[in-house]
């Protein structure tokens, strides 16, 4: 068929408001550390909220498993773009204020609002990639551009914003010492979020486009997802939702989050939906057998201790990249500088969804290639654990070298995390819905530990302790 040029831009445009939100809170982190109480612990606070913020995707599945005819894809995906605009104004007017809990300020509004705006873009898994399986799957590669911006985005937008450099020494107001000093960015996390806003509006209209049949013309699809008008022969019965994605954190159906869940199938004929719900639960945990040894066996051409092998070192990495190193990174970076800690930040972020197209041109995975990236991963990571173990000293602060070495290791070790994922979900993938159930149970799995984890360890112990320059 004749490919639309508007259809991809429009696809592109979608895609982009999927982790939108996520990755821009996250690469504003260097920022927010700096005037927010929770200081360098907030990151282990962001990571604990954006695991509770799927949520999301579970309330959607419930929904739509048992009110399939109430709650569809399309209806669910104008509710959370909603939400998504309204959480993401407030937070441009409300990221700074606090409460007094517990004994000491919050930040409150912050927290609340990222697990809104967490739970919006969770929800994107399970909902975008069945309305797109209503065109064309030519469009579909337009579509995972659009979620790889979703994470180039915020992070050009962010090297454009800066730091205001690291800080510096001035005499106090009281002139009896000396207090630290940051210059001002080049434009304020207010403007921030409110650029945020615009393109995840951007997005909601190319979905409202995206549902117009004149606007669409011939990009449907030909089967039961496309218009009745270009059905012939085919009765309408409601929206109807399939998804197949990879589990891994790219485009979040190949970033992780950012982070990945399990498959999903939300069927519109009510009249068969419990039965075929159950049947494709069980088939998802593998309990599917008719007595043949064929493809229904979730182990077929892999060995037990090959899948096991794949599960537990997912569930190793997830813990690692989506849980433990994202709450710790400002204890690693901060003692090199400002500008350190937002170089890493960002450009690691976009490393993420570089890896995944990469990962269209480079050979299949295959044990040995898992293997040796994973034990990379876990060299690099020993180094930038250690930078974080000893802040406020970690080797080489205060050395350009240092800063460089430092900047280069999270580029790395995010790059060598998300091939790793990749790698395990391709591979399950080719189990089918079981290998790509279990995949996404062990990244939720891995991701949940890790987080809760530094979270404890960051604000109840003693072993990562902050820097604080002019003292």
Request: glycine share 8%.
């Amino acid at each position: 068929m004749q490919r639309l040029l508007h259809v991809d831009v429009l696809s592109v445009l979608f895609g982009l408001g999927t982790w939108l939100c996520v990755n821009g809170l996250w690469v504003e982190l260097p920022l927010l550390v700096q005037k927010l109480p929770e200081g360098w612990n907030l990151p282990s606070y962001l990571s604990v909220v954006v695991q509770i913020a799927n949520i999301g995707p579970l309330l959607y599945t419930m929904l739509n498993t048992y009110f399939p005819q109430q709650v569809t894809e399309k209806r669910a995906i104008y509710f959370v773009m909603s939400f998504g605009l309204t959480s993401t104004i407030l937070l441009g007017l409300f990221w700074d204020k606090t409460t007094y809990v517990a004994g000491a300020d919050h930040s409150t509004a912050l927290l609340v609002l990222v697990l809104f705006l967490a739970s919006v873009d969770c929800s994107s898994r399970v909902t975008y990639l069945p309305f797109m399986a209503k065109f064309n799957e030519i469009y579909l590669t337009s579509y995972f551009i659009g979620e790889g911006l979703s994470g180039f985005l915020p992070s050009i937008i962010a090297l454009a914003q800066g730091v205001g450099g690291n800080p510096e020494c001035r005499n106090n107001t009281f002139g009896n010492g000396t207090e630290a000093f940051t210059p001002d960015p080049r434009f304020s996390v207010d403007v921030f979020f409110y650029m945020l806003f615009v393109f995840t509006l951007i997005s909601a209209v190319a979905f409202y486009c995206m549902n117009l049949e004149k606007v669409m013309g011939q990009a449907y699809a030909l089967s039961d997802f496309a218009p009745e008008s270009k059905r012939p022969g085919h009765a309408n019965n409601g929206d109807r939702s399939s998804i197949s994605s990879s589990g891994s954190s790219c485009s979040r159906s190949i970033f992780e989050p950012p982070r990945t869940e399990p498959t999903i199938s939300g069927e519109g004929d009510q009249g068969d939906n419990n039965n075929a719900g159950r049947q494709s639960g069980r088939a998802a945990l593998g309990l599917l057998d008719d007595g043949r040894n064929d493809e229904s066996s979730l182990l077929v051409g892999m060995s037990k201790e090959f899948f096991f092998y794949l599960l537990a070192m997912q569930a190793v990495i997830c813990m690692l990249s989506n849980g433990i190193f994202p709450s710790i990174q400002s204890y690693s970076c901060l003692p090199y500088g400002n500008e350190a800690y937002h170089l890493a930040v960002t450009l690691s972020n976009m490393a993420n969804p570089a890896v995944c197209m990469l990962a269209f041109f480079i050979p299949p995975p295959n044990k040995s290639s898992i293997t040796t990236t994973a034990v990379l991963s876990l060299l690099i990571s020993g180094y930038v654990m250690t930078t974080a173990i000893l802040s406020p000293s970690p080797p080489l602060a205060g050395e350009t070298g240092g800063e460089i070495l430092l900047i280069l290791s999270w580029i790395v070790l995010v790059a060598l995390f998300t091939y790793v994922r990749v790698s395990i979900a391709t591979m399950l993938r080719t189990r089918g819905q079981a290998g790509l159930f279990w995949c996404g149970a062990i990244t939720q799995f891995g991701s949940t530990i890790g987080a809760i984890l530094a979270f404890v360890v960051v604000n109840y112990t003693e072993v990562f302790k902050p820097y604080y320059p002019c003292t």
